[in-house]
């Protein structure tokens, strides 16, 4: 069974920015922008400029930010910031 859903932990110092299911993530980073979606391969990255986000409601949201990292492993997606813009 393919799964539709990402899991999307958005956290910034102490604070959870977002928590939930996405249906994708769409991110800036030092090597370019990238899509992450469910199934995605393992994948690790430094976040530059902005994470925008289809939550599983279909919802679209964004959060600018300075600096950070993104993984995930394919079922779970883990952006961690140092500050938002």
């Known amino acids: 069974m393919v799964r539709s859903m990402l899991n999307l932990v958005i956290i910034c110092d102490e604070e959870k920015i977002f928590d939930g ?8 980073t030092d090597n370019g922008p ?5 199934q995605h391969q393992p994948y690790m990255a430094k976040i530059s400029d902005e994470i925008s986000y289809i939550t599983g409601s279909g919802e679209i949201l964004s959060t600018e930010i300075i600096d950070g990292f993104v993984y995930t492993n394919g079922r779970s997606c883990f952006v961690v910031v140092s500050r938002k813009a």
Do not use: G
């Open 21 to 28: 299911e996405a249906k994708e993530a769409h991110i800036v």
């Open 34 to 38: 990238i899509t992450i979606l469910p």
